[in-house]
């Protein structure tokens, strides 16, 4: 039988969530096509891989061994692409972020396979893939179909549900691939964590502030409003540029592209690589006292009005309803 | 060093997008192209690299025939030579990335620089399939970039933190924003760049592995409710945020 693949990503002994949308994802193929869906992970914890098995996932391919303990580009890559001719696979689904992004390039050229990024909808017909995918910083998007008996595809981390489908048992299977040590071709000397800090990229709320915050040392009242809501703090380009803000929080077209069920723009004008970053939000709230700014086109629901006004009363009334 | 920079042709980030008469691709009538701004980022550190080291700079585009346009800018900025593989296909990144590979390995380069991905088909994609197709190591999203002997550290973002990563020459490097402010090209230059080689070749094709169905402008109905800073209003959006977005 053919194979469904999907990666479970292990970081810090914590399971990233955009796994369980793969997981999700690709059981809905494995439903269309009885494929049968499998996780591959690198990890030595099997403990924590049991949190698989409430999405859906009933088997795991497990890469435990000391070579794999710290990431490496192309060591991962030549790892998954053995397990993909290994278990026969004709779905491979990874996370569209940095590591699962260049994970995938790899593994589409060593296959020679077909490889779409990024995804934002996959569905199956007749035995076809079709995948939709957001182009020109989500300007435009496209259909594509795809053909091949290895197909590859990033998928857009927030976009897809994860649905919860308990399974009873997971059976978890190690596989050790031929590598050695040359194929650690990078390495990972140093990493820090921006700790105690939602990313911006994986938080379900994200609230940015712009040049209309006027200076750093009011960036608490962002901070305050992201707290109230559990979520994380972005920022626009202006305020990163002006050094108020690191460059990982920018959101936009050269910053990052954030989905987040709630995206709340407080003094951002709305320029068009700013949309570029936020514009797929499910919901999108704006604060701004130019009753004409260009955000309030895209905006949900819009509050016209000074920020250092408006914020501290719409955390006010925030905080009546989580008591 | 020999550096080798790719280097793509893409719509101005502002420009508007239609779709054209095909359904396929974008109209691109009056569109503005530019070089893919993260491809600046990495062509103006190919740039100070041959300052600090010497050798060469040599760009690599595979794009139709109006790349030109833009190849005159990147030589204009500095790099030596070009070199154009004419097609009109641009979205298979399998089709590039075997296109620049097979250059690669007859210019030989220490360096290959990218940029983290071209705002055009947004694939992300190039880099790391060039990468593997020469079997270099790969760094990507990289802002900040030292080369000493063949010793090669790069620091990126990640999700939820920042990493350095080593390696060693010959790389693929892919680059963020960030990672330098690209130079503008100087009168001289310009003229300079004018008789700067531009080598054109065919390319070598790849089969076709996927067709593009259709492409749309997606239309999102935002409910567009917009109400004033008093205490009134600040409470109904509140509520709204409670009962109808339902976040809290
Ligand atoms: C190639 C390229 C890439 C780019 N990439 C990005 C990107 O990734 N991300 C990005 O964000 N931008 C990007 N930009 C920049 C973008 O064009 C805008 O310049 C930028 O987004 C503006 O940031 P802003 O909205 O914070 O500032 P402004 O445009 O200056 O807007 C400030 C807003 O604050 C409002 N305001 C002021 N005071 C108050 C107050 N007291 N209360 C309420 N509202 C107030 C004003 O009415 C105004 O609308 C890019 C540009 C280019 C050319
Ligand atoms: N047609 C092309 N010609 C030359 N370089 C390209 C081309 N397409 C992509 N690249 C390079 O690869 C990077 C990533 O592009 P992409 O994978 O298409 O998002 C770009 O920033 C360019 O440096």
Redesign the interface.
């Known amino acids: 039988m053919k194979k469904i693949l999907v990666l479970i990503e292990v970081l810090e002994n914590k399971i990233k969530r955009v796994s369980y949308e793969l997981i999700t994802a690709g059981r809905k193929i494995a439903e269309q096509t009885n494929y049968e869906l499998l996780g591959v992970a690198f990890s030595s914890n099997t403990e924590l891989l049991e949190k698989v098995k409430e999405f859906g996932l009933s088997k795991i391919i497990l890469i435990n061994n000391s070579t794999f303990e710290k990431y490496s580009v192309s060591l991962f890559s030549k790892a998954l692409s053995q397990v993909v001719t290994k278990y026969q696979v004709e779905y491979v689904l990874l996370p569209a972020h940095t590591y699962g992004l260049e994970i995938a390039g790899r593994l589409a050229a060593n296959l020679e396979s077909p490889y779409i990024s990024d995804c934002i909808s996959l569905t199956i017909d007749n035995g076809k893939a079709i995948a939709k995918k957001p182009i020109y910083a989500g300007k435009a998007q496209i259909n594509v179909l795809v053909d091949g008996n290895i197909k590859i595809f990033t998928l857009r981390p927030n976009v897809f549900t994860a649905e919860v489908n308990p399974t009873e048992k997971l059976e978890i299977e190690e596989f050790n691939p031929d590598v050695g040590d040359n194929d650690k071709k990078e390495v990972v000397v140093n990493s820090f964590r921006n700790e105690g800090k939602l990313d911006v990229l994986e938080a379900e709320i994200v609230v940015s502030g712009g040049r209309g915050i006027k200076g750093p040392e009011h960036y608490n009242l962002i901070e305050e409003l992201a707290n109230v809501l559990g979520a994380a703090v972005g920022a626009s380009r202006a305020v990163v540029d002006a050094g108020w803000r690191p460059h990982n929080e920018q959101v936009g077209q050269t910053g990052k592209t954030v989905s987040p069920t709630l995206y709340v723009a407080c003094g951002i004008s709305g320029a068009i690589q700013h949309l570029a970053g936020m514009a797929s939000s499910k919901f999108i709230l704006a604060i701004n006292k130019d009753k004409d700014a260009p955000i309030f086109k895209v905006a949900d629901y819009g509050i016209v009005g000074d920020l250092f006004n408006a914020i501290p009363k719409l955390i006010k009334e925030l905080k009546k309803y989580k008591e | 060093m020999k550096i080798l920079v790719g280097i793509s042709r893409v719509?101005d980030?502002?420009t508007?997008?239609l779709?054209g008469k095909d359904g396929?691709s974008?109209d691109e009538q009056g569109v503005k192209f530019i070089i893919n701004?993260?491809d600046e980022f990495a062509l103006e550190e190919g740039l100070r690299i041959k300052e600090k080291f010497g050798g060469e700079v040599v760009t690599i585009t595979v794009g139709p025939e109006p790349s030109k346009e833009i190849i005159r800018t990147a030589l204009a900025m500095g790099a030596d030579r070009a070199v154009l593989v004419k097609t009109n296909s641009s979205f298979d990144?399998?089709f590039t990335?075997k296109n620049i590979a097979i250059y690669a390995k007859e210019f030989n380069p220490d360096i290959i620089l990218f940029g983290k991905q071209s705002?055009?088909?947004?694939?992300?994609?190039?880099?790391?399939?060039?990468?593997?197709?020469l079997n270099?190591?790969?760094?990507?999203?990289v802002?900040k970039l030292t080369i000493d002997g063949s010793k090669v550290?790069a620091e990126?973002?990640?999700?939820?933190?920042?990493?350095?990563?080593?390696?060693t020459l010959p790389?693929v490097i892919s680059a963020q924003?960030?990672l330098n402010e690209p130079r503008y090209p100087k009168l001289p230059d310009i003229l300079k760049a004018k008789n700067k080689p531009i080598d054109e070749r065919s390319p070598q094709e790849t089969s076709p592995?996927?067709?593009?169905?259709?492409?749309?402008?997606?239309h999102?109905a935002?409910?567009?409710?917009?109400?004033?800073?008093s205490?009134e209003?600040?409470?109904e959006?509140?509520r709204?945020?409670?009962e109808d977005?339902k976040?809290?």
């Open positions: 719509p980030t502002a508007r997008i779709v396929k974008i701004p993260y990144s399998f990335a705002v055009d088909y947004d694939s992300l994609a190039v880099p790391a399939m060039v990468s593997e197709l270099f190591p790969l760094i990507t999203i802002s550290v990126r973002d990640v999700v939820g933190g920042r990493e350095v990563v080593e390696t790389c924003k960030g592995m996927y067709e593009i169905i259709n492409m749309e402008i997606p999102r935002r409910k567009n409710i917009i109400l004033s800073d205490d209003d600040i409470a959006i509140a709204l945020l409670h977005a976040i809290i």
